[in-house]
């Protein structure tokens, strides 16, 4: 009797720059709105150019950076696999079709955004958007497992961070500042020899 491996299948990579501009351009177009969530299924589950570790730990940078955290994501993973060519390929695949979309929804917003189905539709499609943030929160937290703190520091910063900000009413800039400094405080601690 043969014992089979659980090994996870190799990581893949992006075949040129087309192909790193129309993952992106597709991850945008799929997502519009909430990109965050179909970015993690689709560079992780469907592409497997990240692991769920690598996936985090590169959002995890996007978000401390300025500017949206997709953006950031595409720009650190085209230049990951192709250097500043590749970061520019993912950007432009990311926003092209995109920004042509938004200027044409704002023109027609702006001739209908006095009709309820409109504001009706739009009150739906935010919750649909909370949903696929609450999903992917979900699917990312076995990675924590793995994460110098520990599912229960983690979970601890995430109920500190919500406390802070919804019930306390604290500036989300200071306590991203606060909690983050202590949270790397406390990995860097856990991390050295």
């Known amino acids: 009797m043969t014992t089979m491996s659980a090994e ?4 893949a990579r992006p075949q ?30 469907h592409r497997r150019w990240l692991t769920r570790e690598d996936f985090l730990e590169l959002v995890s940078a996007a978000q401390v950076l300025p500017g949206p955290n ?7 993973l085209g230049d990951r696999y192709f250097g500043l060519r590749g970061a520019f390929a993912a950007l ?12 044409l929804m704002t023109t ?3 001739q209908f955004a006095d009709v309820p189905a409109v504001s009706g539709a739009l009150r739906g499609m935010s919750a649909v958007a909370a949903g696929l943030i609450l999903a992917t929160a979900c699917k ?8 110098p703190l520990g599912p229960v520091a983690c979970a601890a910063f995430a109920l500190a961070t919500l406390l802070a900000v919804a019930a306390w009413r ?4 200071t306590v991203i500042l606060a909690l983050g400094a202590l949270a790397v405080a406390l990995a860097w601690w856990r991390l050295k020899p």
Request: proline share 6%; hydrophobic share 65%.
């Open 92 to 103: 432009a695949g990311m926003l092209a079709v995109p920004l042509v979309i938004v200027l």
């Open 70 to 76: 997709v953006v950031n994501l595409s720009l650190m």
């Open 140 to 147: 990312l937290m076995m990675a924590l497992r793995k994460n």
């Open 108 to 110: 027609l917003y702006a």
């Open 170 to 173: 604290l500036p989300l800039a």
């Open 8 to 11: 996870p299948p190799a990581l």
């Open 16 to 45: 040129s720059l087309t192909d790193l501009f129309f993952a992106f351009n597709r991850l945008a177009l799929q997502g519009f709105g909430g990109v965050l969530a179909v970015a993690q299924r689709e560079l992780v589950e």
